[in-house]
């Protein structure tokens, strides 16, 4: 005799992962807020709306944000991921690194909560 098991979870299709989408974002409400309301993991969320927004699999992978996803007036200023510092040295030159003679260069990082990464070379 077959027994018939309640799942944790609904599963949905694609229509209704498009209605869940349209209803956040009419609902005024932030993703966090609207899946507790609605009883969805926003990483599911996150991930349907990558993939009906034609992205793929919107997860770890992508070089989307949070901020790209916060509406405007939540996030009054973007901050960039990723700053691109260029080469510290010309690495097709075949000369011996003791022969360079590289700068100074000083990276410091203010991780939060008073920690701060200092890294000197040269």
Do not use: N
Not at 32 to 40: D, E, I, L, N, P
Not at 89 to 104: F, N, Q, Y
Request: proline share 7%; hydrophobic share 40%.
């Amino acid at each position: 005799m077959a027994s018939q098991t309640q799942r944790k979870y609904q599963r949905r299709s694609a229509t209704e992962w498009r209605a869940l989408l349209d209803a956040q974002a009419t609902s005024g409400l932030s993703v966090g807020t609207f899946c507790r309301k609605v009883s969805v993991c926003p990483a599911s969320f996150y991930r349907w709306q990558g993939v009906l927004e034609g992205r793929g699999d919107a997860g770890p992978g992508t070089s989307e944000t949070v901020a790209d996803r916060v509406p405007a007036r939540a996030t009054p200023h973007r901050t960039p991921d990723f700053v691109d510092l260029g080469a510290l040295e010309d690495l097709a030159a075949p000369v011996p690194r003791v022969d360079i003679a590289s700068p100074r260069v000083e990276l410091r990082l203010e991780l939060g909560g008073g920690m701060v990464l200092h890294l000197v070379r040269g």
